[in-house]
């Protein structure tokens, strides 16, 4: 797979908690990090303008489960958790926080890639991008909490979180084509809130992907750099 991966960490942009890094795959190398949305997008836009494929991971919550409509009490699994979330679900108060954030977020920035990419197929289905030289940028999700918290890094916690998140989305890529998601909303239905997200931002996505998983990876603890000890 030679593709650049960039992993996002969702926060205020005003209070300096958002951060991004890059890395370039199959070797996954760090290639950039920063603070603010316009570069992370850059960052991506470089590799899908010189016809390289692309992956954007959010630390957010960028799907939610919903309950069967046809059944009248199914209202009673309204926010419960998605299976493998454990005891930090999406709907708990960081959360439903950090959901609300991240989908602002993302909606910025891919509105910003169709413009700095035009024509940019999308997915959120990791089969689709690997099946084919259309879509050129796979959408997912990245959950770096409990025991995938990151060692800080001399860059901060939040640089931290998006290079982990980078990291875990390049590695499972790179193991399989298909790979498997760490969290599903079954047995209720997905509502995918990177597909809505990209089709409100008019990129090309198919519509079926509004009704499908957003592919969820748990990131490893990224290792103390030497340098980062002295700081």
Same mark, same amino acid.
């Given at each position: 797979?030679?593709?650049?991966?960039?992993?996002?960490?969702?926060?205020?942009?005003?209070?300096?908690?958002? +951060?991004?890094? %890059?890395?370039? #795959? @199959?070797?996954? /190398?760090?290639?950039? !990090?920063?603070?603010?949305?316009? $570069? *992370?997008?850059?960052?991506?836009?470089?590799?899908?303008?010189?016809?390289?494929?692309?992956?954007?991971?959010?630390?957010?919550?960028?799907?939610?489960?919903?309950?069967?409509?046809?059944?009248?009490?199914?209202?009673?699994?309204?926010?419960?958790?998605?299976?493998?979330?454990?005891?930090?679900?999406?709907?708990?108060?960081?959360?439903?926080?950090?959901?609300?954030?991240?989908?602002?977020?993302?909606?910025?920035?891919? +509105?910003?890639? %169709?413009?700095? #990419? @035009?024509?940019? /197929?999308?997915?959120? !289905?990791?089969?689709?991008?690997? $099946? *084919?030289?259309?879509?050129?940028?796979?959408?997912?999700?990245?959950?770096?909490?409990?025991?995938?918290?990151?060692?800080?890094?001399?860059?901060?916690?939040?640089?931290?979180?998006?290079?982990?998140?980078?990291?875990?989305?390049?590695?499972?890529?790179?193991?399989?084509?298909?790979?498997?998601?760490?969290?599903?909303?079954?047995?209720?239905?997905?509502?995918?809130?990177?597909?809505?997200?990209?089709?409100?931002?008019?990129?090309?996505?198919?519509?079926?992907?509004?009704?499908?998983?957003?592919?969820?990876?748990?990131?490893?603890?990224?290792?103390?750099?030497?340098?980062?000890?002295?700081?």
């Amino acid at each position: 797979m030679d593709a650049r991966v960039v992993g996002v960490d969702v926060g205020s942009v005003s209070l300096g908690r958002f +951060a991004w890094a %890059a890395v370039d #795959a @199959p070797l996954p /190398a760090l290639v950039g !990090q920063g603070t603010d949305p316009e $570069a *992370a997008v850059r960052a991506l836009t470089a590799a899908l303008v010189s016809g390289r494929p692309a992956a954007l991971a959010l630390e957010a919550p960028m799907s939610v489960p919903v309950p069967d409509a046809d059944r009248a009490d199914a209202w009673q699994a309204l926010g419960r958790a998605r299976g493998g979330e454990g005891n930090r679900p999406w709907s708990a108060g960081a959360g439903a926080g950090v959901l609300a954030t991240g989908l602002a977020q993302a909606a910025w920035m891919l +509105a910003r890639l %169709a413009l700095l #990419a @035009p024509g940019t /197929a999308v997915t959120t !289905q990791p089969d689709r991008w690997a $099946a *084919a030289h259309e879509p050129r940028l796979l959408l997912a999700e990245a959950l770096v909490s409990g025991a995938g918290k990151p060692v800080p890094s001399a860059a901060g916690p939040h640089a931290a979180d998006a290079e982990a998140a980078a990291r875990a989305l390049a590695e499972r890529l790179q193991a399989s084509a298909a790979p498997e998601s760490d969290v599903r909303c079954a047995p209720h239905h997905p509502f995918n809130l990177l597909a809505s997200a990209a089709m409100w931002a008019g990129l090309d996505l198919s519509r079926d992907e509004l009704h499908l998983d957003v592919l969820v990876v748990r990131a490893r603890p990224v290792p103390l750099r030497p340098d980062a000890s002295r700081g």
